[in-house]
């Protein structure tokens, strides 16, 4: 029996991994009856059941997907924080989680005509425990397809070592695929990458363009950024916004500039902007939202009126300037409860990838 299976890889973190999975999974099951899904290492997780530490990305495609596989299964090793330094201290028999993976691995095959495996973060992720992603393709004995993001030169530099270290381990590296591409560079970038690959002969299978919707948090990633909960506008949560505007400036000025599904980021003790914003609320509604900072916080009055207008709004204790650094800085990943981003990444993926190349490499 084949094993009709591959695994997805990347050159780094927040290159599109899971992204690129979710439109591949969907795409496959159009065209295999059964596509099992695991993910055999993982690193940031949820605990669930009060015990069971599972990695967040085979929550989101047990629940997406309806997969019928036990989620442990699905999930086999977790490198918690303290794994590395327990793993040098001797503590653990690496060769009783590689059995754990195959275990696994076999389980969900056993019961699927096709299975996408995904890696976590890059090639070389894990290396230190003698587990990296290279090692656990060879492992399975899968061949391996590398995201990588778009560009030329930093792109290809990255893919190069990862594809080195795939061939230290065994693990043929049988295709890329490019992701977050500006579409007005898409075929320049595809051109010129196909010539770099052409001396390990290995082919693109797909170039994924950027999606500036793909990119934008919900009032539910800012709770978990500043660890606050919201305090109006709950059923808002998934409410992401075309622009963030932090706003310092006078009321008559803010009046000009206001717009519709801005995320309005002001001190607390901004009652005018506040007051303005709820103001033109009533008269249209914005669909915006507040994170409203400061050591001080917002009146209660003006609490009362932003629950009242069902405006989603978080308040944070830090000073506009700071929470601005962590709004910018922040990396936003795919929630499980995300269905609009969820249905988004599934189109913009499924429709740019090579699924007859994908299914001869998984047939080979």
Not at 146 to 173: H, Q, R, T, W
Not at 198 to 225: A, H, Q
Not at 292 to 305: F, H, N, R
Request: proline share 4%; hydrophobic share 40%.
């Amino acid at each position: 029996m084949k094993k009709r299976s591959i695994f997805i890889a990347a050159t780094g973190q927040n290159v599109g991994k899971t992204t690129c999975c979710l439109g591949l999974l969907a795409g496959l099951q159009k065209r295999i009856a059964r596509v099992g899904f695991t993910k055999p290492v993982g690193q940031e997780h949820v605990i669930i059941d009060d015990k069971l530490a599972v990695d967040k990305d085979v929550l989101l495609f047990k629940s997406c997907f309806h997969l019928p596989f036990h989620i442990k299964t699905m999930s086999p090793i977790i490198f918690a924080r303290e794994f590395t330094r327990e793993y040098l201290d001797g503590k653990y028999d690496m060769d009783f989680f590689r059995q754990r993976i195959l275990t696994s691995y076999e389980e969900i095959r056993s019961q699927s005509d096709a299975v996408l495996v995904e890696g976590t973060g890059h090639i070389g992720v894990g290396d230190i425990v003698g587990l990296n992603n290279a090692q656990v393709a060879s492992l399975l004995g899968l061949k391996v397809i590398i995201i990588v993001p778009g560009g030329l030169g930093s792109s290809f530099d990255s893919l190069a070592l990862n594809i080195a270290m795939c061939e230290k381990y065994g693990a043929e590296v049988a295709g890329v695929i490019i992701n977050k591409v500006l579409p007005e560079k898409k075929q320049v970038v595809e051109h010129y990458m196909q010539k770099a690959l052409s001396r390990w002969n290995i082919p693109i299978l797909g170039v994924i363009p950027y999606d500036d919707f793909l990119t934008l948090p919900c009032m539910k990633d800012y709770e978990f950024l500043f660890g606050v909960p919201m305090l109006s506008g709950q059923k808002h949560r998934l409410r992401h916004f075309k622009k963030n505007r932090l706003v310092a400036t006078s009321v008559e000025h803010y009046e000009r500039l206001i717009s519709k599904n801005q995320l309005i980021i002001t001190p607390a003790t901004r009652d005018d902007i506040i007051s303005a914003t709820l103001k033109r609320h009533w008269q249209q509604d914005l669909e915006t939202g507040f994170i409203l900072t400061g050591s001080s916080p917002p009146k209660i009055s003006l609490v009362e009126e932003i629950v009242k207008a069902e405006i989603p709004m978080i308040y944070a204790p830090i000073n506009s300037f700071n929470a601005m650094k962590k709004i910018t800085s922040q990396q936003t990943k795919i929630r499980t409860d995300d269905i609009e981003k969820i249905k988004e990444a599934i189109a913009v993926v499924e429709k740019n990838l090579d699924f007859d190349a994908i299914e001869a490499i998984m047939d080979c």
